[in-house]
């Protein structure tokens, strides 16, 4: 809920960032002053292009979504092109919050999961509770390696 509002927020503010450009002249000198109809195209394609833009990152929120379960963390996302990621439980190392001014009000935040067999970090962007999913994903860590047993367990170098 607290991401719905903060992305509630961002959508006013781009849209009023657009309302603002759309109502000053083109261009401030009487000489390089466009005619009417040109100046109304101008201010129709980038309405149009501002809005198409917006949209898209709509969309690019709606079609994001992750999956975290007792086994492995897993992450969706893409309209057009759609990209896959996951990691298995056992094979976390570490899990760190980042949260923002605005992310500690509306209690979402960003966790980054690290693992020596990934070469880059695993990330949950904008995930509404951090510190409880952060909790869930280290207390199904430790049950994994408590099931697997202490020699199977991967320690960092």
């Not at 991401?3 to 603002?20: N, P, S, T, W, Y």
């Not at 450009?21 to 201010?43: C, G, H």
């Amino acid at each position: 809920m607290a991401v719905l509002i903060g992305r509630i927020i961002m959508a006013e503010v781009v849209l009023a960032f657009v309302g603002v450009l759309l109502s000053l002249p083109m261009f401030t000198s009487d000489e390089s002053t466009l005619d009417f109809e040109t100046n109304f195209y101008v201010r129709v394609i980038f309405l149009g292009l501002s809005l198409i833009i917006f949209i898209y990152f709509l969309l690019s929120w709606n079609y994001e979504y992750y999956i975290v379960s007792p086994h492995g963390v897993s992450s969706n996302s893409g309209i057009i092109v759609r990209k896959a990621q996951s990691i298995d439980i056992p094979a976390v190392r570490s899990v760190l919050i980042n949260q923002s001014f605005l992310g500690r009000i509306l209690n979402y935040g960003t966790l980054t999961l690290e693992s020596p067999l990934l070469k880059d970090f695993f990330l949950l962007k904008n995930l509404p509770n951090p510190f409880r999913h952060a909790t869930l994903i280290e207390k199904a860590r430790l049950e994994a390696i408590e099931k697997m047993g202490a020699e199977n367990v991967i320690i960092p170098k």
